[in-house]
């Protein structure tokens, strides 16, 4: 099935449209673009009397949840779903109000997301209290929250409260890995619409590469089949030298593993490399951040009032310093997260290729370690490898120490 192309109705030929950055998802885009059509005949209590408009309901709904595996493009699809809606030609990707939607800078489009590990109550009521406002300048109000599955409990709550009694100009769009309690309360998406994307397969995330970033087609064909069908993951790949170097460095780890020392080096490499991608990710911005904070509170100032200003500028230097330990943990947690994926794939490459069965390779380069690996070793020792590395993740995720989570699975992975 080919890319839809916008109704005549529109004025628009051809599949340019803001549907083109939906990679690999032709049936949630053909129900979001049923979605956008019948939003445009929409009354609402605020329009004249008269003609033949709709009222909400029926295709549009005021609440949708966007679920699928990371790289699925959760966030991507429903930019574009927003920016269709505020498009007086449903999604053309040429105006104005295409551009600003999918720039993050429109009035009436609200984004929600997190550097941090959640999103607090404070800033979900905020956000809640100016789309409940009338539109300034398109016919909705839109809420697109990134990351629903890192609310606080009190951010669930308010969220609820919204989309139990919404605006009638309103539309939430709730991003999570999955419809799981633990990703999206119960209450929550009982009350959304369903919306469930899937995994973008390889030739479809290659041919994005080469038409829209303009990668040669042997590697943007190499990231694609690398990546895990992560859409973000095969262009960083594709067009980052140091990200195709650490992943090197991670499948290493399997081949690198023959003494004690050499364990500790492999957990200190990957506990050194995510510190250092920290470190190359936040580090100037950290510090533009504090000189910013200085200067607009008034640093080096004097007179009147200087005292009282000083005691303010700590306090927010206190907020600020207290943000970027979130983000930088955030990112830390992210970079090993990779890795660890990245690991678990060879694993279960090794595994597979053990049991002979005809599926996919995680990592199709690496096909002569995996043969050799699946050789010398057995199918079960493969499966303790490969649970020695989820339960790596488990521990971070349920903030165990990186070095010690990650010395205990190498120590694993090791004696097999």
Not at 194 to 220: C, F, H, K, M, W
Not at 388 to 407: G, M, S, W, Y
């Amino acid at each position: 099935m080919g890319r839809p192309t916008l109704s005549d109705a529109w004025g628009i030929i051809g599949s340019v449209s803001v549907w083109s950055q939906v990679v690999g998802q032709p049936e949630a885009v053909a129900e979001l673009w049923a979605a956008v059509e019948h939003a445009g005949r929409v009354r609402f209590s605020t329009d004249a009397a008269g003609g033949d408009g709709e009222r909400i309901g029926g295709a549009m709904t005021h609440a949708w949840l966007f679920t699928g595996p990371p790289g699925s493009g959760r966030s991507v699809a429903a930019r574009a779903f927003a920016a269709a809606l505020q498009c007086p030609r449903g999604g053309c990707d040429a105006c104005q109000v295409c551009r600003t939607v999918l720039a993050g800078t429109h009035a009436d489009v609200h984004e929600v997301a997190t550097e941090g590990l959640s999103l607090g109550v404070k800033e979900m009521r905020g956000v809640i209290e100016r789309a409940a406002r009338m539109p300034t300048t398109a016919r909705w109000q839109v809420v697109l929250i990134e990351d629903a599955d890192r609310m606080t409990e009190q951010a669930s709550n308010a969220v609820l409260k919204a989309v139990e009694e919404p605006n009638e100009r309103t539309v939430f769009l709730l991003c999570a890995p999955s419809e799981h309690p633990d990703d999206v309360s119960v209450t929550i998406r009982s009350r959304c619409r369903p919306l469930r994307l899937r995994t973008p397969v390889t030739s479809a995330i290659a041919e994005v590469l080469v038409e829209r970033d303009g990668i040669d087609v042997e590697t943007a064909s190499w990231a694609a089949s690398v990546s895990g069908g992560h859409i973000g993951r095969a262009r960083r790949l594709a067009r980052d030298e140091d990200a195709r170097n650490r992943r090197e460095a991670v499948l290493a780890v399997p081949r690198s593993l023959r003494s004690p020392a050499e364990v500790f080096a492999a957990a200190d490499g990957l506990v050194g490399a995510a510190e250092a991608e920290v470190a190359a990710l936040t580090g100037e911005r950290d510090e533009a951040e504090r000189e910013e904070l200085a200067v607009s509170m008034g640093a080096g100032g004097s007179g009147k009032g200087v005292a009282q200003a000083q005691r303010a500028a700590k306090a927010a230097e206190k907020d600020l310093v207290a943000k970027q330990k979130q983000r930088a943990t955030r990112t830390r947690r992210d970079a090993l997260d990779r890795a660890l994926v990245d690991l678990a794939g060879y694993y279960r490459d090794v595994l597979v290729r053990g049991f002979g069965a005809a599926v996919t390779a995680t990592h199709p380069d690496r096909a002569r370690e995996v043969e050799a690996a699946a050789r010398e070793g057995s199918p079960e020792s493969a499966l303790r490898r490969l649970e020695a590395v989820l339960a790596c993740r488990d521990a971070l995720e349920t903030n165990v120490k990186p070095q010690i989570a990650v010395e205990a699975m190498v120590t694993a992975l090791r004696s097999g």
